[in-house]
């Protein structure tokens, strides 16, 4: 159970999306220097993840995991880092302050480089090329150069894992998410809208109660940090297997690319290479959960991923769709309740809610978005069990990727400044209009 399968191994079990590369002694050396690279994050920083995910399972504390449905290098930038930062952390208050209860912030952030495909082409203009898999597989540019896989990518996601994630350190324990700035996060575009304004009331409260602490003597060092985690779907066996190092405290092995890691909705095959390599390492782990999925086959998941059915370790992230999850959702989770399977549920909003419109783009209702989380919530109030947590794919930018909202974004307003490689993604007004709703129906929880 310990002992890490080899990546031929894994490969020889059948990996699903994974790159075709050209030149194998190039990955080969990749992997080679991946294996030195230092560990970006520690083991005993996941086990602290995975005491508050299973805490979150427990209905003590939600799980607010959100972040790029794909980074890219070129926006590895401070001030994208910050605005992706300061997002997070603006949804977080406003559901801790809201709902009365601490929240776990997960990013999807230093290390989400990778992406499955529906298909492994694209074409354009009856030219066709390799799809676009992430920037740690192949670049954006639809030009053979570009879309050819380059194995030297996998140092680059290191690389740009590792500054992402040394600016995240430095943000959350060095005074901006100092609980003291939450107006400072309110930044000019999104202070001016009612969603805003709607925030702006809610620091004041919080001010206000910050104050009185202090004066009842309370330590105002304890506002002055806040934990985050980093996470991304483990996609690419070469990179994740590379980033595989055993914990000297305890001879156990942990993916130290990132706290908590996922397996995809294409890649959860039960004797698939994913499920195999996972099911080795010791992080807080989640799979996903699609419309397809049966209650046996979550059963047997659980029972690979999770013999011991170790609190806090695994966590299926459902993504049904808003018209499905009504439907979908019960049976599973009642089973698996019934089984006495210890998961943390968390909702994945997005995924079952993408479609294209007439003029091109790849989008999602915000109102879609919400319905689901709300079937979500009444699935789980229904049968007495926990909602843990929720999965966004947002930004920090004021990005026009889905439509309705606040602001009601059109299908036209879509063009105005639509920059996702992959999937559309909330922007800053549209993320907090989330939390302020989402806070509502964690209250009534
Ligand atoms: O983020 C999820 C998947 O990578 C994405 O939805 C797949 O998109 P595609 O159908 O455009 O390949
Ligand atoms: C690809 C993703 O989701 P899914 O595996 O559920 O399609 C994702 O969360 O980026």
Redesign the pocket.
Known sequence: MTEIPTLEQLHALGAAQQPTYDDPAAVAAAVTRLRTMPPLVFAGECDELKAKVAAASRGEAFILQGGD?AETFVDATADNVRNKLRVLLQMAVVLTYAASVPVVKVGRLAGQYA?????DKETRDGVTLP?YRGDAVNGFEFTPESRRPDPQRLLDVYHASASTLNLVRAFTTGGYADLRQVHTWNSEFVRNSPVGQHYEAMAAEIDRALTFMQAIGANPDEFHRVDFYSSHEALLLEYEHAMTRTDSRTELPYNVSAHMVWIGERTRQLDGAHVEYFRHIRNPIGCKLGPTATADEALDLAAKLNPTNEPGRLTFITRFGAGKIREGLPHLVEKVTAEGVDVAWVCDAM?GN?FETSNGY?TRRFEDVLDEVQGFFDVHRALGTTPAGILVENTGDDVTEIIGGGEELDELGLAHRYESV??PRLNRVQSLEMAFLVAEMLRRT
């Open positions: 449905c992406k499955p495909r529906s298909s799809a995924h993408t790849k992959v999937d």
